[in-house]
C-alpha cells in the first residue's frame, strides 16, 4: 500500500495533514456516498473558471437537499489556502483543487435527516495534464452501453458507474470509454466527448444523462472567438464512429485529441488517426484562456 502524503487538507474548518484526516463511519458520504464534489483546476496558483466550478456546486447541493456550507468568499479562501500549501511542499504552480460536500454523520437510515452538519473536504493537488505526445498523436478509447444511474447531471460522490466504465479502457490500455446510451452519445467515463463535423464542434445536449462539464460553455466561448461553428444536439453512435474528429474534455484533459475507437482510426483522408485542425485551434484558443480567466 502506497503511504498516503503528509500534505494539507481541509476537514470541516481544520488544516490537518492528509494522512491524518478521519471521518465518522457513520458519515453518510461514506456509508451511501451521500453528497456531491467538484474539481477546480489551477494555473500559475490561480484557480481558472471558479465562479462556474461553484456555480455547479451548489447546482448539485441544491439537487440532493444538502445546504450550500459556505460562501463564494469562504470556499475562494480555503481554495487559496490549499494552493499555497501545495505549492510550498510540491513547488507546482499548476494543481487540481478537489472539493467534497457530504450529508454529514447520522445513523444509517435511507431516509435524509434533518438538521445535520455537511461533512466538508478539500485538497489540493500538482495537476498531471495530458503529454506531449498524447497532444501530437491523440489517444484512443474504447467505447460501452451507459449502464451507470439516470442522474449523470449530478457530479455525485457515488462513481462506482464510473469507475466500472474508466476500468473498461483501462483494461484495454485506453485513455477513456465513450459510452451510449440507447445508441445516443452520453459522454466518457470521466469527460464530455466531442466532434468535429464539416469544420464544426458538435456536442451532446444538456441532459439528466451527462455532466455539465465546466468545458461545456468554456469550449462554445472558445469556437465564437476563433469563429468554429458551435451547436448541441443528439449525436448516434454512427456520427461519432464516421466523424472527423473526436475529442475528449475535462479538468486534467483541457481538450484532447481522440484518433482511435476500439481500434480503428477516427478520422478521413491525410487527417485519418491524427489529430485534425478543430482541435488544434481549440487548444490554442484554450491556452490562452487560461491567463485571461483565472483568479
Known sequence: MTPLPDSICYLNGVYTPLNEAKISVLDRGFIFGDGVYDVAPVYGQRLFRFDEHMARLARGL????????????????????????TKEKTGADDQLVYIQVSRGVALRDHVMPAD???????MANPMKPATPEQRHAGVA????????WERGDIKSTSLLGNVLARQISAD?????????????????????????????????PKSEHLLEGIRYDLLRELCEDVGIACNLRPISEADVRAADEVMLSSATKEILPVTRIDGEPVGHGALRGK???????????????????SI
Request: charged content about 25%.
Open 62 to 85: 441544491a439537487k440532493i437537499r444538502i445546504r450550500n456550507p459556505l460562501t463564494r468568499e469562504e470556499w475562494l479562501e480555503r481554495c487559496r489556502h490549499l494552493v499555497a500549501a
Open 116 to 122: 445535520i452538519e455537511p461533512t466538508v473536504f478539500m
Open 141 to 148: 478509447c474504447v467505447t460501452a452501453r451507459d449502464f451507470r
Open 172 to 204: 484495454h490500455g485506453a485513455v477513456e470509454t465513450i459510452m451510449f446510451r440507447d445508441g445516443w452519445l452520453t459522454e466518457a467515463a470521466a469527460s464530455n466527448v466531442w466532434i468535429a463535423h464539416e469544420g464544426a464542434l458538435l456536442g451532446p
Open 275 to 293: 489529430p485534425g485542425p478543430v482541435y488544434a485551434r481549440l487548444h490554442e484558443a484554450y491556452q490562452r484562456a487560461k491567463t485571461q480567466q
